[in-house]
Nanobody, 118 residues
Framework: VRVMESGGGLVQPGGSLRLSCAASGFTFDDHAMMWVRQAPGKGLEWVSAIKWNGGSTYYAESMKGRFTISRDNAKNTLYLQMNGLGSEDTAVYYC????????????WGQGTQVTVSS
């Protein structure tokens, strides 16, 4: 099982980024997926989740209206479109596979750094 994030980088306040997560080694559309982030010096923060077919999406309150999670099951890829970024969004963003029974994250990527700064 492997999940690998890409698309992070440096962006100015108010800007946008789209993160991608390429999944392999498992049946992608059997699992919900989520994004989790960790800001410098802080704990893990759940960002967003999406069910196996993309039919249901969930967001942390501070991300609603700014972030959009989506998936392309034909490409085994998860996305996170982030708009209106602020310094508080600076963090390492992790792509996480969700275990079907526990709904905990069971496989994590290595993370991609997002830095919001002028």
């Amino acid at each position: 099982v492997r999940v690998m994030e890409s698309g992070g980088g440096l962006v100015q306040p108010g800007g946008s980024l789209r993160l991608s997560c390429a999944a392999s080694g498992f049946t992608f559309d059997d699992h919900a997926m989520m994004w989790v982030r960790q800001a410098p010096g802080k704990g893990l923060e759940w960002v967003s989740a999406i069910k196996w077919n993309g039919g249901s999406t969930y967001y942390a309150e501070s991300m609603k209206g700014r972030f959009t999670i989506s998936r392309d099951n034909a490409k085994n890829t998860l996305y996170l479109q982030m708009n209106g970024l602020g310094s508080e969004d600076t963090a390492v963003y992790y792509c996480v596979r969700v275990d079907n029974l526990s709904w905990y994250g069971d496989y994590w990527g290595q993370g991609t750094q997002v830095t919001v700064s002028s």
